[in-house]
């Protein structure tokens, strides 16, 4: 694999970095089975492309992305805490309604943003290829996005809404407002994928319908190899362990895409994702197996 080939994973892999930890907000501090990912991704790319093309700066364009993603969140917790909608199909009714509502955003099945200013073409400079520099300039915004997420968690706002996921009975007898704290968790959540998919917009030069497609899959495969590396409790490993495990894992794909003797094509990617998800699973177990072995 060219270094120019590890360049792009690590840039893809650290923007579905913010899918990671949006994802470890509603699936492992929530415990809420969210599907609305795949929807919310794509929708943060219509909007940021369909706002930047319309003439918005691109900062503008992609903080309103990312409150689109929020708002759709919330729509999936009212689903189910106002309307007593199971919480899984809640979130797949969601999904089903945003591909309608990014085709009604776009117009068309794709806007083109190749010849548009984006957030990567204001930094663009001749000392710094641009392969590189787009990297960089997504690491610093994780990095921000990270920080910013442990400091919330460690707030009392963040501990209720830890709570909510852990246990929301005694979190209800505590004085917690359970439901508003779902609908907060799943806002914040949508909104990391929302602004993973307008930087994956702006990256790739496109915001097209079907770029949300097995969303949800990837970044539970973040997460899972991301828990396989680094099991830990503490948040802040945790959200580390979850960015580090996007990264892997588009790097793993990568390497599985550009490995001539193995064979395999870009239709292949859904087969690469299930096989990797499969190894971290069994890992943990095969590592727990040896050591009651070793007990023994």
Excluded at 27 to 45: E, H, K, M, Q, Y
Excluded at 111 to 130: A, Q, R
Excluded at 170 to 192: D, E, F, K, P, Y
Excluded at 235 to 257: D, K, P, Q
Aim: proline share 3%.
């Amino acid at each position: 694999m060219s270094w120019y080939a590890l360049w792009g994973a690590l840039e893809i892999g650290l923007i579905y970095g913010l899918v990671a930890l949006g994802v470890l907000i509603s699936f492992r501090i929530l415990r809420f089975p969210d599907l609305t990912v795949d929807g919310s991704f794509p929708l943060g790319a219509a909007v940021a492309a369909t706002l930047i093309v319309s003439g918005w700066e691109p900062f503008s364009a992609t903080l309103a992305a990312t409150l689109a993603g929020a708002l759709a969140g919330a729509v999936t917790g009212w689903l189910n805490v106002r309307l007593k909608i199971m919480d899984l199909l809640a979130s797949i009714l969601m999904m089903i309604a945003l591909y309608s509502i990014n085709l009604r955003i776009m117009g068309r099945p794709n806007v083109p943003l190749i010849t548009e200013p984006t957030v990567f073409t204001l930094f663009m400079n001749e000392s710094v290829p641009d392969h590189i520099l787009r990297p960089l300039l997504i690491l610093v915004v994780v990095a921000a996005v990270k920080f910013a997420l442990d400091w919330y968690l460690g707030t009392q706002a963040g501990l209720a809404l830890r709570a909510t996921g852990s246990n929301p009975r005694m979190a209800r007898a505590q004085g917690v407002a359970t439901g508003a704290m779902v609908l907060a968790g799943l806002a914040l959540s949508n909104a990391l994928c929302a602004l993973g998919g307008a930087l994956f917009a702006q990256s790739q030069g496109v915001s097209d319908i079907s770029m949300g497609i097995g969303t949800i899959v990837i970044g539970l495969a973040a997460v899972i190899v991301g828990e396989s590396l680094f099991s830990s409790r503490r948040l802040v490993i945790m959200t580390a362990a979850a960015i580090l495990g996007a990264v892997l894992y588009r790097v793993f794909v990568a390497l599985a895409l550009n490995a001539d003797f193995i064979g395999l094509q870009a239709q292949d990617l859904n087969l690469i994702t299930a096989v990797l998800v499969t190894i971290f699973l069994v890992v943990p177990l095969l590592r727990q197996r040896l050591r009651g072995r070793r007990r023994n």
